[in-house]
């Protein structure tokens, strides 16, 4: 079973960027489909982001090209890099993997990491 921690978040200024890492341990990630998910106050758990091996990666219109999600399988690590952040950005971010398919009720997950956008 793959344990994550996420890390990489903070205080940010619109306009500004982060990138958020998730680091996998138990076992690699190289088989593993990886998603970056976010909750913000009141809100459902949204999908943004998938990266399977092979680098196949897809995006939710939600992300509107601004996040990028790549992977280190040296590092057993999962990236988001998220630019020209806004506050509606504002959440926690999650990630979580699964061998077969994501859903907020199945795979493994991270204790997430709080972004916050806000001058």
């Known amino acids: 079973q793959v344990q994550l921690v996420e890390s990489g978040g903070g205080l940010v200024e619109p306009g500004g960027s982060l990138r958020l890492s998730c680091t996998a341990s138990g076992t690699s990630i190289s088989r593993y489909l990886v998603g970056w998910y976010r909750q913000s106050p009141g809100n459902q758990r949204e999908l943004l982001a998938t990266i399977r091996f092979g680098n196949d990666a897809q995006y939710k219109e939600v992300t509107e090209g601004r996040f990028t999600i790549s992977k280190d399988i040296a590092k057993n690590t999962v990236y988001l890099e998220m630019n020209n952040l806004k506050a509606e950005d504002t959440a926690v971010y999650y990630c979580?993997?699964?061998?077969?398919?994501?859903?907020?009720?199945?795979?493994?997950w991270g204790q997430g990491t709080q972004v916050t956008v806000s001058s």
């Open positions: 979580t993997a699964d061998l077969v398919g994501l859903a907020p009720d199945r795979g493994a």
